[in-house]
């Protein structure tokens, strides 16, 4: 945490990636980043977002955060829990999802991820735990939001395996694939927000956050990165909106019985 | 029709070495004590099937019971890696494991059409996936009436399914509730089907629409109380959240993996007795 | 998001002249109050979906609002034909029919494929039926792996569905429970939905895995108790066997028909009119 | 009712449907004669039989027969209620069901039924209701049970329309179109039971009910009927069984407030 400031890097992003997600709006959420941003959108500007997870709840309102998707109290919090073949047919599938969330080990400038493996599929360097439900919440989304902290070692330059794709080649290439939704609207990191030129589709810095210059966000992208000449200052995180992250942030450990419980 | 076994039993007669077995339960009621007696009992060569391979996939491949591995997410969920997976197939360690990888939607989908008896599934997915190019059981096909192109997926019928559920009656009726994941559509996909269960009641009197199966599915129902741990049965037992933690240093290691195994499941003769062994090596209740 | 309305707002703002609706409840909770309001309003042109047309199609085809009819059976359950049904199939009166004939588990399938956003269904059917022949709406294709035939019926995604329920709470949040049918398929697979309730609550206080139709899904939400008259909402009303029976008699003449329509439908407002009214010919209690 | 036998031609149709059901079978039941038979064996000497109706009840086990597929003790007594959509998939072509119980409008030869149209079907002189669960249950369920009253307008020559399958044009050919199970191993009228020749599949008389003649059986169906050289008699209803029966339909009529409640 940065003593100046009075917050961290992960808070800011997870603040940031919060913010984007407008009050009443149906998320798909993945476990850890994003289920950090969407259960705090919901504890602070967005009460009646609608969360629903991938094992079965829908309208789920954890107290506190799962450490899996299939915790307990996402169950019993929810308005409903179904099957977990009926979240993918009828409510994912089915166009119901306004923005699905989710994070990644890699990515690259055209916002397809992998979460598959480093290095060979045949022969992997690293082994990654592969795709669950990304390829399709990418895919049938309204839109999509990805939350990772941005390093050369996640965004490069061009992907060994796509698991999940944002805007495949470029331009109008998802649209062409015969893909609803817009795809990957906002790239939330540590350092930024990037966000898909309207055209070319390739992703382009449009906010730093405060105290990281752009040389810093370059330094961790491996592709020359494009910065927006509208280029802005992510707003500080608010009092109100740091103290309901680190409020369910504590009542997470308090729960989980370990620190590390929360991962953002 | 379902008859009252101890799972030493219903693993014995229901499951052979070669089978393909599906392990289902989306992080709530994983049948843990289910895969423990298989590694007691030495089962080799198995197709794996699970949406999510969590611990006790990691520990049925680390002991070299399985030939292959049909699975959509492999992780340990909010801590990490699964090591001894990771290790097999990327050191063939302590055998090499084939895998046969999907989306969950696909997996889901599998699940149900094996289900209803029908050979393939469709859904909207994979499009600009790298997936099918590594899987040939990713096909796609046109709608006979708009043209559209569809992901095809064959139904996923395993030999066996097991699944943890909170309660059964005596003649082997089961109710489980709560986030249900696949485990009904497992079940039905199956030719022999294994329920482990916190509870065996005279009556399950369960409310509207709960989720039963109805004693006529299943080959054996097992009285297991906290047989889903480290995962939980609503109701009845919490996650154990810090086992999930402290798995990711016990299987780092071949060494550290092999020494826990024996001592809490080849040197146990049951869930219970791995029960008190868990109480002494932790200091904390296995649910 | 669900808005609470009256049942003429509703029908009156989401049902248009030529839209295609479905009105489902499998003998259970079938929507007869919003069947006699859209005869009220008068809407034409309609394109009409229900498994099993019952009273209120016979109704809603005997007024003449309907130019099709999609359906797999159409009887009076345990009691015989329905006359009007028969009359403008067989005689065209009191205007043409156009039918698109299906069996039930073909459509069960559409509206499961219609909610979840696929062209279309597959299933095991139609093997040596002629029904084929004379509706080119059900195809046949071949399974990508296997070579199987198997046959295949495009989605239903109805504008509107209408459906009754037992309760909703204030947000317009739907709970239903009992003999299920495809109420929550037809409601996923349609545009707009409308939802008739005997009871609004401020807490649906559900229990695990209840059949909950969330808010936003829904277009409106109408608080018409006994609207699913002489079908039943279990835990509210009972079924009324002898209407099933009267009906046959009231429907099997044109004048007797229309007349009854009259008196119980036109000449009143609302369906708490028609209640009175139904009291006073029959001597007992619309629900 | 014929006073010196003590039973009508309704009721030994009906005892002789339930005496074929055996205990613990799953039976897909319709409405009207198959659900009393089905029913009355549960009530008699066949407790264990599992009985699902397709509006959705598993395991049905009502104190009054349902006038129709969705009453209300249909699902109250049931061991699951699971939707429509379910039944039909993972139940019924699921390949769960031993025993479909079907009525019918019309039968031929081949035992394939006719519950769509009389006349042509652009035009039909009659409209009859249509297929409901038929198609599938006679394509999909281990065998077949078909229950229906014995006239020449009901057993005819050469059905104008096809609704559901028997044995198509008899022989192998049910086999050879790929249709799992036996077919309609019992044809179950208020004469007798007509069941297929192993070979052709032909149906043939193969019991006749007490007090019926040959020759009444062959007046009453339309083409020329074989009779088995090893014709037997029907038992005749045993007091139990009718009395079991009677109460059943006592039980029904006070309950649905009408006599006319149950069909048998």
Known sequence: ?264 | MARIASLREAVGELIRDGDVVALEGFTHLIPHAAGHELIRQGRKDLTLVRMTPDLIYDQLIGMGCARKLIFSWAGNPGVGSLHRFRDAVEHQWPRPLEIEEHSHADMANAYVAGASNLPFAILRGYVGSDLPQHNDRIRFIRCPFTGEELAAVPALRPDVAIVHAQKADRQGNVLLWGILGVQKEAVLAARRAIVTVEEIVDDLRPWPNACVLPRWVISAVCHVPGGAHPSYAQGYTERDNRFYGEWDGISRSRETFTAWMKRHVLDTANFEQFKRVFAASTGREAA
């Open chain 1, 1 to 264: 945490m940065s003593a100046e400031r009075g917050f961290s890097q992960t808070e800011v992003m997870t603040v940031a990636a919060a913010r984007l997600l407008r009050n009443g709006a149906v998320c798909f959420v993945g476990i850890g980043l994003p289920s950090t941003a969407a259960n705090l959108a919901r504890l602070t500007h967005a009460p009646e977002v609608v969360l629903i997870y991938e094992s079965g709840p829908i309208g789920a309102r954890p107290s506190v955060l799962p450490l899996s998707i299939g915790d307990g109290e996402l169950s019993t919090s929810a308005d409903s829990v179904v099957s977990t073949p009926e979240i993918f047919r009828y409510w994912l599938q089915g166009g119901r999802i306004d923005v699905g969330f989710l994070g990644a080990a890699q990515i690259d400038r055209f916002a397809n991820i992998n979460t598959t493996t480093i290095g060979p599929y045949a022969k992997p360097k690293v082994r990654l735990p592969g795709a669950g439900g990304a390829p399709e919440i990418a895919g049938m989304a309204g839109e999509v939001f990805i939350v990772l902290k941005q390093t050369p070692r996640a965004f490069v330059k061009r992907l060994e395996f796509i698991t999940s794709v944002g805007f495949l080649g470029g331009g109008d290439a998802r649209l062409r694939a015969g893909l609803p939704g817009k795809g990957p609207t906002a790239v939330i990191t540590d350092l930024g927000i990037l966000t898909p030129d309207p055209v070319t589709k390739e992703l382009t810095l449009t906010s730093v956050h405060p105290g990281v210059s752009v040389d810093q966000v370059r330094a961790t992208t491996s592709w020359e990165l494009k910065v927006s000449d509208a280029l802005q200052t992510t707003r500080a995180p608010e009092a109100s909106e740091l103290a309901a992250l680190r409020d369910l942030l504590r009542r997470t450990a308090e729960k989980h019985g370990r620190s590390e419980a929360a991962d953002a």
